[in-house]
């Protein structure tokens, strides 16, 4: 029998800070927004390898535990099966690399991946399947679409007190950011999703003149989309800037990491219709946010001509459509936890619906606080041996030669 491994801490709340709301993203040049977590006084074994039966007795170890105030066990990665792990997009897309170098190493396995990617591996890895499996990605258009007009609902309802104040409120300066920062993301990640389809994924979801249908037009339209809201950065940018803001990501971060569809004639455009704006007098204090939500409104539409999507489709809530998809999330996990291993990334809340929905499961499901313990461990520990290294290397490089001894 293996022997199992368990790693314990006093038990308290795991808290995960964040240095900066806007987290870059993958090719930035500034840091992430890294998870502050205290292991100075923690020695841990952050892999584990399970059978079913140690999966059993760990689960019912852990609410012993908690019910008598115990010390906890800590969920780990494990080896042999398929691991389903809870992420922030936004905070995993800043580590990927570093993620799947712990992911590998705690499972023996190189598979590693991104919530909607696990789909486009199983249809590879079993040909015959005849069924939508690991998530949906009709469901995913329509979430991305229904987020991005939330979002440019949001930034029209924002009221920029700049002429009433020396200064803009803080609150205010925090809602634009993050409304933005989760606008460029859901764009971007509709743009690759898009791509993903036109190129043939998505079989058993749309026909082939459904997908030959995504580009040219909708394509042009995400791109207005990305014209739009990058112009509505830059125009709020300035206005931050003339009102004292200090310390706030500049648009040319915005163009080169995130919305890396734009295209410079298209900013253009969207520049000198607000410039004409500006010439007739008109209020053009919220032009860029209403620019920005025609643009979503209308890429809708477009959609919606071209039969990606219908009305009955917009008419489910964001909420249906997510706890959905973590059904067959879950469903897909059962069914091919035994024949996969490695790990599965998905979004925050599909593992809280999977959690309350199926409490008994083969595959292994882990929480983002005790995967960020464990990789920000598996992160310190490389770093002292990386500058252990470094310091023999240092010392035996300093050392004085044969000759020099000789010649002293």
Not at 186 to 200: D, F, H, M, Q, Y
Request: hydrophobic residues 30%.
């Amino acid at each position: 029998m293996v022997k199992q491994k368990m790693r314990t801490v006093q038990e308290k709340p795991v808290k995960v800070e964040f240095r900066s709301i806007f987290t870059p993203l993958q090719g930035s040049s500034e840091p992430a927004g890294k998870p502050i977590q205290d292991h100075k006084k923690r020695n841990v074994q952050s892999c584990n390898t399970l059978t079913t039966v140690q999966r059993m007795k760990r689960s019912q170890s852990q609410v012993k535990s908690q019910e008598q105030g115990a010390a906890q066990v800590i969920p780990t990665l494990e080896k042999g099966i398929l691991n389903v792990v809870r992420e922030e997009h936004l905070e995993s897309d800043t580590r990927r690399d570093m993620e799947k170098e712990y992911s590998e190493k705690c499972t023996n396995s190189p598979n590693y991946f991104v919530e909607v990617d696990f789909r486009e591996h199983l249809n590879t890895a079993y040909p015959d399947i005849q069924e939508v499996v690991a998530d949906s990605y009709k469901k995913v258009i329509i979430t991305l679409l229904k987020s991005l007009q939330l979002g440019s609902n949001e930034l029209l309802k924002l009221e920029f007190p700049f002429m009433k104040f020396p200064r803009p409120l803080n609150a205010v300066i925090e809602s634009f950011r993050k409304i933005i920062t989760t606008q460029i993301y859901t764009a971007r990640t509709l743009w690759i999703l898009l791509e993903k389809i036109n190129s043939g994924a998505g079989e058993l979801e749309f026909t082939k003149e459904e997908k030959e249908n995504i580009s040219p037009s909708i394509t042009q339209q995400l791109k207005n989309v990305g014209a739009t809201l990058y112009h509505t950065y830059d125009h709020n940018y300035s206005i931050f800037k003339l009102n004292g803001v200090e310390n706030f990501p500049e648009p040319s971060r915005i163009k080169e990491n995130s919305l890396f569809w734009i295209e410079e004639q298209l900013i253009t455009q969207v520049q000198e219709r607000f410039r004409e704006q500006t010439e007739q007098r008109r209020n053009v204090l919220k032009y860029p946010q209403e620019n920005y939500k025609l643009g979503v409104d209308t890429l809708v539409v477009t959609i919606k001509k071209k039969n990606l999507i219908s009305d009955s489709d917009l008419a489910s809530s964001i909420e249906e459509l997510r706890k959905e998809r973590s059904e067959l999330m879950h469903n897909t996990a059962s069914k091919y936890c035994k024949k996969e291993e490695g790990v599965w990334k998905t979004g925050d809340r599909h593992v809280t619906d999977i959690k309350e929905k199926y409490k008994d499961r083969d595959y292994n499901l882990l929480n983002r606080a005790d995967f960020n313990t464990n990789f920000n461990e598996y992160l310190e520990s490389k770093k002292k041996k990386e500058a252990q290294s470094q310091k023999h290397s240092g010392a035996f490089n300093t050392e004085e030669s044969p000759e020099k001894k000789f010649k002293h």
